[in-house]
């Protein structure tokens, strides 16, 4: 018998395999509510083109909103036979409404529909997303406020450097966050164009209002050619590459988070919320949720990726490999969404050892470069000569086992006669964050004001 959705032109139905390979509605039911949005845009201008009867239009629109409300309710058989969400949906507005559901069809092709779908999915996703940064950033920079005053090492190749506050450090995610929302927000902006009305690959010779049906449905303005309309997967691409670094950033402070919570460093504590336990080591607590947000970048990074290779190698227009699209797209941000609320959980949760780190900032010599700035400002030394200088103060240091600030000044005058008892001044860790005052700076002073203006900025 042939085959109820392509008609006339084939006589038997598709194999067993052929429809586990073709069909798409295991996964594309996510895509219901966009489709249905879709469907009672263009119906809505059909009618206002007379192209269909308003009468018809109106049945249409009343049995898509029954199925939406059988799909949000779970009542709705989906049908593997149907191929796609776009079938399922048309096969049940039939059996709700007759004839009249055939003419939904009408000036559009499963290819302008399947791309107007996954355009309004990504965008709906973007703003979910957005938001979850601005939460996430407005934990950060609770934090941060709260913890301006407390110092902890800075590291450059995980070796102690120079102090800097616990505030400021978070802080820098706040920023790394912020140039992530302004990506989401971008793709959004370039993605909202609609294909609605492109048909399979070359437009329509119906009268249609392609301007109607995008301001129907919240785009900007319709696509420009029909061809990139219904092939273009830009906009997922796109959206996939700011969620890969956001992933990545986030990444980075969950690695943070795994170094600082070991017995070694002791810089922050998690609860039992975000915490696990050992099978057979009962001393153990794992941070197992940061482990898992780490991991997930590389899965994120990998849903990229996967759409990059299925792209390269597609001509124009529409192919089916574009199917094995949306599974990736939709791994990546169901993977983000759930990174996003672990972190922000695991930021408001974690409780810093503010006198571990503090212990921790004054090690390492990590004073050393506040020693040659003193040099430079108050003996007029040259910074390389002061560097110098310093190098060999920190020799003698590492050489009695002691810190800076131990070295006697009668031994630090054999080093340099110019240096006077001031300079133990700048040889505490809370001296040299003070005086980290420049522009982006360290200083707990410039934290509170930063944390201050992100506050105001998200509101």
């Known amino acids: 018998m042939s085959n109820r959705m392509w008609g006339g032109r084939f006589s038997a139905g598709p194999s067993a395999i052929m429809e586990e390979i073709n069909a798409s509605i295991d996964f594309d039911r996510k895509l219901y509510a966009q489709d249905i949005a879709g469907s009672k845009a263009h119906a809505e201008m059909l009618a206002a083109r007379g192209i269909i009867s308003t009468d018809d239009a109106g049945k249409i629109a009343e049995g898509l909103d029954a199925i939406k409300a059988e799909i949000d309710g779970g009542s709705f058989t989906f049908s593997r036979a149907l191929e796609d969400i776009h079938m399922n949906v048309e096969s049940r507005l039939k059996e709700l409404i007759g004839a009249a559901a055939g003419r939904l069809h009408t000036a559009r092709s499963r290819n302008d529909q399947v791309a107007t779908d996954f355009r309004l999915w990504v965008r709906d996703t973007l703003d979910h997303v957005d938001g979850q940064l601005a939460e996430l950033m407005g934990a950060l920079v609770k934090r941060a406020g709260e913890h301006a005053d407390t110092v902890m090492p800075g590291f450059t190749h995980l070796q102690s450097a120079q102090p800097v506050t616990f505030g400021h450090h978070l802080m820098a995610y706040v920023e790394m966050l912020a140039r992530d929302r302004g990506r989401v927000q971008d793709a959004r902006r370039r993605l909202n164009e609609c294909p609605l009305g492109a048909a399979a690959l070359a437009g329509t010779s119906f009268p249609i209002d392609r ?99 299925i792209m390269k190698g597609l001509p124009l227009a529409y192919q089916k490999d574009m199917q094995e699209d949306k599974e990736q797209v939709f791994d990546c941000f169901e993977s983000l969404s759930l990174v996003l609320a672990a972190m922000t959980g695991m930021v408001d949760d974690l409780v810093p050892n503010v006198a571990r780190m503090a212990a921790a900032a004054g090690s390492g010599f990590a004073t050393a470069t506040d020693l040659a700035d003193w040099l430079v ?28 600030s131990d070295i006697p000044l009668a031994d630090m005058k054999t080093v340099h006669d110019g240096i006077t008892e001031a300079v133990y001044d700048v040889l505490t860790v809370e001296n040299s964050v003070r005086s980290r005052t420049s522009h982006g700076g360290t200083a707990p002073d410039n934290v509170r004001a930063e944390a201050k203006r992100w506050t105001a900025l998200l509101g």
């Open 211 to 309: 301007h109607m049906t995008a301001a129907s449905l919240g785009f900007d303005r319709p696509t420009a050619n029909s061809l990139d309309s219904v092939s273009d997967r830009d906009f997922a691409l796109e959206a996939m590459a700011a969620a890969a670094i956001i992933a990545v950033h986030l990444s980075r402070l969950a690695e943070e988070i795994v170094i600082w919570s070991s017995a070694q460093f002791g810089f922050v504590c998690l609860s039992d919320a975000f915490s696990t336990g050992s099978s057979i080591m009962p001393q153990k607590r794992n941070p197992d949720a940061a482990e898992l947000v780490r991991a997930k970048a590389g899965r994120i990074i990998g849903d990229m990726n996967a759409l990059l290779i």
């Open 377 to 404: 400002r108050v003996l007029g030394l040259p910074f390389r000569d002061a560097h110098h200088v310093t190098g060999r103060l920190v020799a003698i240091a590492a050489e009695r086992g002691i810190e800076l």
